[in-house]
């Protein structure tokens, strides 16, 4: 009976010491997490890359899969902890890196820009702050790196164009809405005046700038 009662002691002992082991590496997860740095925003032209690598066995995976002439960063991106890498000045560079990285070491990349601003032409400067939009419909636009196409939009709408990230690229934010009627007929309407317009989830389109205002 004693011996039972000891090796249940231990177990017990056991599976206490993991439970407070999980608790700490849980809190020294978070703590690690907070005191990250806010990651930079791109500079003007620049594409980046934002590879979300929570773990650190994650990040030291996505380190050993570069070159070292790739410089990466840790910080936090809304909620999330990326990596942080920059200097790509073409879209298909920041795309191949992305899909190379989701190849080999499993993680997925958000690209983002400032395609407004590329050709100094906005009049206006919003701080970089995106974020996704909620659930709903989003026509998005495909401006093939012509931010002047904005005030053509513009016209079509009747309102402010946004800019928005979808599937690593930007795109001119039309309308976000979640009356699929109204969507679908922002759809009709742009794609009989000749633009490239897609009807997306919203809930998976990252907002860049909510307003896009070209000279």
């Not at 017990?12 to 925003?41: D, E, R, W």
């Not at 989003?138 to 016209?155: I, M, T």
């Amino acid at each position: 009976m004693r011996a039972n009662s000891v090796q249940k002691l231990a177990t017990l002992s056991s599976v206490f010491g993991l439970a407070i082991a999980g608790v700490m590496g849980s809190i020294n997860s978070v703590k690690a997490q907070t005191s990250l740095p806010v990651c930079q925003p791109p500079k003007v032209g620049e594409y980046l890359l934002l590879v979300v690598s929570p773990t650190t066995e994650n990040q030291q995976q996505l380190r050993n899969a570069l070159p070292n002439e790739i410089k990466t960063t840790t910080c936090r991106y809304l909620s999330d902890t990326v990596t942080r890498i920059g200097g790509f000045s073409k879209i298909d560079d920041a795309n191949r890196w992305a899909r190379y990285i989701n190849m080999i070491v499993g993680l997925s990349a958000i690209i983002t820009t400032r395609p407004g601003e590329v050709a100094a032409q906005t009049t206006t400067t919003v701080p970089f702050n995106p974020q996704r939009l909620g659930q709903g419909f989003a026509v998005l636009v495909d401006y093939f790196n012509r931010p002047e196409l904005a005030n053509s939009v513009q016209q079509v709408v009747g309102g402010n164009v946004g800019l928005a990230s979808f599937g690593q690229k930007p795109y001119l934010l039309a309308v976000y809405t979640t009356n699929q009627q109204e969507a679908y007929n922002t759809l009709q309407k742009l794609n009989d005046r000749g633009f490239i317009a897609v009807l997306v989830d919203s809930s998976k389109v990252m907002l860049l700038r909510s307003v896009v205002r070209v000279q």
